[in-house]
């Protein structure tokens, strides 16, 4: 059970039981006090020790052997095509007859799909051909993931100001949002300018596009700026992302992923993204306009408080949007809207 809570009792329980000690044990009478008192500490250290190394090693390598170990129990000949489409979420096998293909870029997109490679920091590798497959199945396993999230009812109202508003549930968030631009808009400058994010976004000290898998999905790297008045340092985040058309919404799904071009290092501590999404869909009320929602399910790794987390979590949500309607209006200024 990957869970914080059972760490937590046998923690609080096994620093119950020495403070006990300490109290109940005849130290007048001890033979060795100085290697008895020791052991108390000892104990102490081990019983902290375990906790951190749960949360800092444990889960995380918990999180990325999960999305590796994609298992196949087909025979070799069971039917090729039958095979590939059981391996993909309802969401993109209706039937064989009406599988997945994806959408053409969005009308007048400047960032279109080029096979070529990525030029920029952070160079890509050459993907085999098991390598794309892996990458595109957790695409669309993510989006499926992040949809069912998006819709699910346990959502509850963490804080709101003014039309837009966060709510949490037991790990992720979700934002949302009212935003004077059309849905079309929004996947053009969060997918396809991912280079331009940090320009006005504050929340983010680099962005990069380094690997273009196919026209709908791509793996990018990011650097967060500190979050809860500098308690939260800055994090990366390598993740893949994918987006598609659905019931009419335009989703863009993300989940943390490995990249042979960038490997951890000592500079940032490297959170993971699970699945989550931005989701853009037109105003009924107003076809200029859309509403924009967000689904965040991110562990920011590190021995950080989960109130601390909270806190730093929907203050970014807040600025992001804050950031993003400030964007909206300067470009509109500017005559491209």
Same mark, same amino acid.
């Given at each position: 059970?990957?869970?914080?809570?059972?760490?937590?009792?046998?923690?609080?329980?096994?620093?119950?039981?020495?403070?006990?000690?300490?109290?109940?044990?005849?130290?007048?009478?001890?033979?060795?006090?100085?290697?008895?008192?020791?052991?108390?500490?000892?104990?102490?250290?081990?019983?902290?020790?375990?906790?951190?190394?749960?949360?800092?090693?444990?889960?995380?390598?918990?999180?990325?052997?999960?999305?590796?170990?994609?298992?196949?129990?087909?025979?070799?000949?069971?039917?090729?095509?039958?095979?590939?489409?059981?391996?993909?979420?309802?969401?993109?096998?209706?039937?064989?007859?009406?599988?997945?293909?994806?959408?053409?870029?969005?009308?007048?997109?400047?960032?279109?799909?080029?096979?070529?490679?990525? $030029?920029?920091?952070?160079?890509? &590798? #050459?993907?085999?051909? /098991?390598?794309? *497959?892996?990458?595109?199945?957790?695409? %669309?396993?993510?989006?499926?993931?992040?949809?069912?999230?998006?819709?699910?009812?346990?959502?509850?109202?963490?804080?709101?100001?003014?039309?837009?508003?966060?709510?949490?549930?037991?790990?992720?968030?979700?934002?949302?949002?009212?935003?004077?631009?059309?849905?079309?808009?929004?996947?053009?400058?969060?997918?396809?300018?991912?280079?331009?994010?940090?320009?006005?976004?504050?929340? $983010?000290?680099?962005?990069?596009? &380094? #690997?273009?898998?196919? /026209?709908?999905? *791509?793996?990018?790297?990011?650097?967060? %700026?500190?979050?809860?008045?500098?308690?939260?340092?800055?994090?990366?985040?390598?993740?893949?992302?994918?987006?598609?058309?659905?019931?009419?919404?335009?989703?863009?799904?993300?989940?943390?992923?490995?990249?042979?071009?960038?490997?951890?290092?000592?500079?940032?501590?490297?959170?993971?993204?699970?699945?989550?999404?931005?989701?853009?869909?037109?105003?009924?009320?107003?076809?200029?306009?859309?509403?924009?929602?967000? &689904?965040?399910?991110?562990?920011?790794?590190?021995?950080?408080?989960?109130?601390?987390?909270?806190?730093?979590?929907?203050?970014?949500?807040?600025?992001?949007?804050?950031?993003?309607?400030?964007?909206?209006?300067?470009?509109?200024?500017?005559?491209?809207?």
């Amino acid at each position: 059970m990957n869970h914080w809570f059972i760490v937590s009792i046998s923690t609080t329980l096994t620093c119950v039981f020495l403070i006990s000690k300490v109290f109940v044990y005849d130290w007048p009478h001890s033979a060795q006090p100085v290697f008895e008192v020791l052991l108390v500490l000892a104990s102490f250290v081990l019983s902290w020790g375990e906790a951190w190394f749960l949360d800092f090693r444990v889960l995380p390598q918990e999180s990325h052997a999960r999305r590796f170990l994609i298992s196949n129990s087909d025979s070799e000949r069971a039917p090729l095509i039958r095979s590939y489409v059981n391996g993909l979420p309802s969401l993109y096998t209706e039937s064989v007859g009406n599988f997945y293909s994806p959408l053409g870029s969005p009308e007048g997109s400047m960032y279109r799909f080029n096979s070529g490679p990525v $030029l920029g920091r952070y160079p890509p &590798v #050459q993907l085999t051909s /098991e390598q794309e *497959d892996n990458y595109k199945s957790l695409a %669309a396993r993510t989006m499926q993931e992040a949809w069912d999230l998006l819709h699910k009812k346990d959502w509850k109202l963490e804080k709101a100001c003014g039309s837009d508003s966060v709510y949490t549930m037991t790990v992720p968030k979700m934002g949302k949002a009212y935003l004077d631009v059309t849905p079309k808009f929004l996947l053009d400058e969060l997918f396809y300018r991912v280079e331009t994010l940090p320009q006005w976004n504050s929340t $983010l000290l680099e962005s990069h596009k &380094v #690997q273009v898998i196919d /026209e709908h999905t *791509d793996i990018s790297y990011q650097i967060g %700026a500190d979050g809860a008045a500098g308690v939260v340092s800055s994090r990366d985040f390598v993740n893949l992302r994918h987006w598609d058309v659905i019931e009419g919404r335009y989703v863009i799904a993300c989940v943390g992923t490995d990249h042979p071009s960038l490997p951890k290092n000592d500079k940032y501590i490297r959170g993971e993204n699970r699945a989550g999404c931005w989701a853009m869909q037109e105003d009924p009320n107003d076809p200029n306009k859309c509403i924009f929602q967000w &689904v965040l399910n991110t562990n920011l790794n590190g021995w950080i408080p989960q109130y601390v987390r909270d806190t730093a979590f929907v203050g970014m949500m807040f600025d992001y949007v804050k950031h993003l309607k400030q964007h909206i209006a300067k470009q509109r200024e500017n005559g491209r809207l």
